[in-house]
């Protein structure tokens, strides 16, 4: 297996290159697209190394993956789904990392 370390420098070193360049541009949306480049790379990376991130919004909620910090009432969703991400979650495998922090529906109150 590949050292995950080491497949991790490119991504720092594109991220110091993008702060170099946005410290001189003009181009915000430049700046954005090279920084979501820079996100989708780091993102390959730890897929490559068995990380992923938990689905989160859109599911319905799993206790064994996800922490609900707060519900809301909505008629816009089936309750229980999950409406918003507050912090990604990340697993390992079938091993959570770090459970995703969540927004539940719940029904509107008569």
Same mark, same amino acid.
């Given at each position: 297996? !590949? !050292?995950?370390?080491?497949?991790?420098l490119p991504v720092f070193a594109n991220l110091e290159?993008?702060?170099? *360049?946005?410290?001189?541009?003009? !181009?915000?949306?430049?700046? *954005?697209?090279?920084?979501?480049? &820079?996100?989708? #790379?780091?993102?390959?990376?730890?897929?490559?190394?068995? &990380?992923?991130r938990v689905p989160a919004v859109g599911v319905m909620?799993? @206790?064994?993956?996800?922490?609900?910090? #707060?519900?809301?009432?909505?008629?816009?969703?089936?309750?229980?789904?999950v409406v918003a991400e507050v912090q990604p979650g990340?697993?390992?495998?079938?091993?959570?990392?770090? =459970?995703?922090?969540?927004?539940? =529906?719940? @029904?509107? *109150? *008569?």
């Amino acid at each position: 297996r !590949d !050292d995950p370390l080491k497949d991790l420098l490119p991504v720092f070193a594109n991220l110091e290159r993008a702060i170099q *360049s946005a410290q001189k541009a003009t !181009d915000v949306k430049a700046v *954005s697209d090279g920084v979501a480049m &820079i996100l989708k #790379q780091f993102e390959s990376t730890l897929g490559r190394a068995g &990380i992923a991130r938990v689905p989160a919004v859109g599911v319905m909620f799993d @206790p064994t993956m996800h922490e609900a910090i #707060q519900q809301v009432e909505t008629d816009e969703h089936p309750p229980g789904t999950v409406v918003a991400e507050v912090q990604p979650g990340y697993r390992e495998g079938e091993r959570l990392v770090r =459970a995703a922090m969540v927004v539940v =529906a719940k @029904p509107k *109150s *008569s």
